[in-house]
């Protein structure tokens, strides 16, 4: 469960400070565990935008379309 950085429930991580959560992630998967990721930054949105950069370290296939929805400003998120 990730707060926020710098303030509690604020505070943007940002991609690099997410590579290490990616790489863990992917060692976790490698064991055959299931992980779960949750932001709770949402002060101000910052949790959308650090779960899409967490989603496109992990390189997962939905990714892609969610930066695509947010970067044009879209009301909906992507279905699938």
């Known amino acids: 469960r990730f707060h926020g950085a710098g303030a509690k429930y604020a505070g943007r991580y940002g991609k690099l400070a ?13 064991r055959g565990v299931d992980a779960w990721v949750y932001f709770n ?27 695509s929805a947010l970067q044009e400003g879209g009301e909906s998120l992507p279905a699938g």
Request: no cysteine; glycine share 2%.
């Open 18 to 30: 997410l590579v290490p959560v990616a790489a863990d992630l992917r060692r976790t998967e490698r």
């Open 41 to 67: 930054n949402d002060a101000h949105g910052h949790a959308v935008f650090d779960a899409r950069d967490l989603a496109e370290l992990l390189e997962l296939p939905w990714a892609t379309r969610l930066s």
